[in-house]
Nanobody
């Protein structure tokens, strides 16, 4: 059974930090890239960061570049998202997904194969 389980969400003040974890199982970890998406109330889900162990590559969207860091522990089949300098606009449900890497796109991690259940991140003023 494929599983992606996010953890680490919560409530934090603006300027603070959180680290999200995405623990995966049930598939070959290096066959997929792992991406983080988020969905704020009333907005579409957006991909924000992804990592490919296979291609040794990381990508970030402009909205998080320089503040968020994605990393991977292949021994634990787990991906992390370190989120720094958080602001209220980062409030959303954060999802991880196993994605098919697509070099044809400017941002190559928009083709999810499997999803996690999501974790809430709330940033207060």
């Amino acid at each position: 059974e494929v599983q992606l389980v996010e953890s680490g969400g919560g409530l934090v003040q603006a300027g603070g930090s959180l680290r999200l974890s995405c623990a995966t199982s049930g598939f070959t970890f290096t066959d997929y890239a792992i991406a983080w998406f988020r969905q704020a109330p009333g907005k579409e889900r957006e991909g924000i960061a992804c990592i490919s162990s296979n291609y040794d590559s990381r990508y970030y969207r402009d909205s998080v570049r320089g503040r968020f860091i994605i990393s991977s522990d292949n021994a634990k089949n787990t991906v992390y998202l370190q989120m720094n300098s958080l602001n209220p606009e980062d409030t959303a449900v954060y999802y991880c997904a196993a994605v098919v890497w697509n070099w044809a796109r400017d941002y190559p991690c928009l083709d999810p194969a499997y999803w996690g259940q999501g974790t809430q991140v709330t940033v207060s003023l």
